[in-house]
Every structure is written in C-alpha cells, then in structure tokens.
C-alpha cells in the first residue's frame, strides 16, 4: 500500500521533506557530521562536488575523494535529528518516490560519523581518536521502534542494575557498530570504545550550572561501569541513534569520535581544530579502499 503524502512527505520538487534532497543526490556512502559548518571541512578534500543543498541544519554535500563518490551531511545535535535523518536516507535509496512504495530490491548505505566527544575515563588522552565498537543510549529514540531483538539486554540491565537508574528517565539500550567497517576503520593508534549516547548538553552528562542534577553522581556511576571487560569510554549526542536506526534498517554504520574533553581531569583540547582534522583525512583514506 503506498505510503499516504502525511507520512512520507515530499518537497514541491520531490525532495525528500528535511534533507531537501532527490534520490540522485545521495551516494552509497555517506558521512554524517554535527555542525553544518564542518561539512566544508571534510569536502575542501574532495576532487570534485556535484551537489550543495541545505535546509535548516541539513546540510548536505555530494562529490568525489579519489575516485570514491561521498555524500556529506549535517546531523545537527542529538538523536531526534537523527531519527530524521536516517529514515529521510534510507528512503531516499529504498522508496520510490514515484509509487510511494518501498522498493523491491533494497540498497544498504555506509554511513560514517565522524564528531566530537568528551572522555569519561582518564587513560583515554585529549585529541586522540575513538572508535565505537558499542554504543548504550540514554535518549530513548530506539524504544519507539519494534527493536528488541536488536538491543544487547544483557549489557543494557546490568547498566540498570549498576546505576541505580531512575525509573522516570528512558530505558537505556545498546547496539553494537557494523562489524566489517569497525575492522577497516581501525588503526593502531586508536581507542575502541564503548560510547554514552546522552539526551543533552548539561545535566544528562552530568553539567550542572543553575538548575540542580536529580542525580549528581550518575558519571562516576557511568565510568565505574563494567560488564566482561567492557567499560564505557566517552559521552555524545548521536551515536547510539545511527547505531540502532542503520540496524533496523539495514545500513552499516561507525562513529569516530575526536576526543576533546576529558571530563574526569577537567581538561579540554587546546588543538581542537587540528584533531578534527586529522580525523578528517584520516577516515577519507580509509573510505578510498571501502
């Protein structure tokens, strides 16, 4: 049955609604990036573009890295953008627009993030690079969606258990990355983490300015966390939603993560730029050989 116009909503030029883009836009290989203004941080290496749209705080960017075609688009912060932007590409690629159908043979894209995030551990150093071979999401975006048999409930009720969580916050879940692109990513000089996808900026990663915390303990509760030799490494805002969404859907996805922070020793990068960066070109060279 074709989907109605209030589900799948379609541009007056048949862009797809918030991503403003047609399906010849998008490349099978796409990286995902918070800030608008960085995706001409990672296209100024690009040979070539082809595409350059935005609306809103999707932004998006379509060329060429040797030889290899890349789309480059701007998630915005948090796991709400994401739910928008994951099903918008997966129906660029798996729904014809025409019949408003889903399409017989279904296509998978690499979706590659490539953001900031602060460590929650202290041998993790400032401006080194994290891959996340887990992700536990505090944000309640998979909860929504028929996704249990994708959740690792093992990990995520031991982290219930340990933490003492609150029953008025989310259930928390885990996913696992894409086995086969956290392989090709990794390098020897990288971290392996298990990354805390969290609902917010300040008080769900434990910041407090005016308003007090309901729990002012929950990061060294987090840090503290083990489970057959995994420990959570770093918070952000996105993972755990590409993470899950790019299962259900049947993408594969890897979040690389620039460590700025280290939140246990109060510091903060003084070469912020320069780490996002090489984590730029760094992720580039390994997308050339997908």
């Not at 608008?36 to 609306?55: G, L, S, Y």
């Not at 994708?150 to 969580?165: D, G, L, R």
């Amino acid at each position: 049955m074709p989907f109605s116009p209030s589900e799948l909503i379609l541009n007056a030029d048949g862009s797809i609604y918030h991503l403003n883009l047609l399906p010849q836009d998008l490349a099978p290989i796409v990286i995902t990036v918070g800030d608008p203004d960085r995706v001409e941080h990672v296209t100024k290496h690009f040979d070539t573009i082809r595409v350059k749209k935005q609306k809103r705080e999707f932004k998006a960017q379509t060329g060429t890295y040797k030889g290899k075609e890349i789309t480059v688009i701007s998630t915005g912060i948090g796991t709400d953008n994401i739910d928008i932007v994951l099903n918008e590409l997966d129906a660029l690629v798996n729904i014809d627009f025409n019949t408003r159908s889903v399409k017989e043979n279904l296509q998978s894209l690499k979706i590659i993030r490539l953001g900031t995030s602060g460590a929650i551990q202290p041998e993790i150093e400032i401006d080194s690079i994290l891959i996340s071979q887990f992700a536990i999401g505090f944000d309640s975006l998979l909860q929504f969606y028929d996704s249990k048999h994708i959740q690792n409930t093992k990990i995520q009720n031991a982290f219930i258990e340990h933490s003492k969580w609150a029953v008025e916050k989310s259930q928390p879940y885990v996913i696992t990355a894409d086995e086969n692109l956290l392989t090709h990513f990794t390098e020897t000089n990288y971290h392996i983490g298990f990354t805390a996808t969290n609902v917010g900026f300040y008080a769900p990663q434990g910041r407090m300015l005016r308003a007090k915390l309901q729990d002012d303990t929950l990061n060294s509760k987090i840090a503290s966390f083990r489970y057959e030799g995994l420990k959570i490494t770093n918070l952000e805002m996105e993972t755990s939603g590409i993470y899950g969404l790019s299962r259900l859907l049947g993408h594969h996805a890897i979040s690389i993560n620039a460590i700025l922070a280290n939140r246990t020793l109060g510091t903060f990068s003084r070469n912020a730029d320069k780490t996002v960066d090489f984590m730029i070109k760094s992720a580039l060279e390994r997308i050339k050989s997908l």
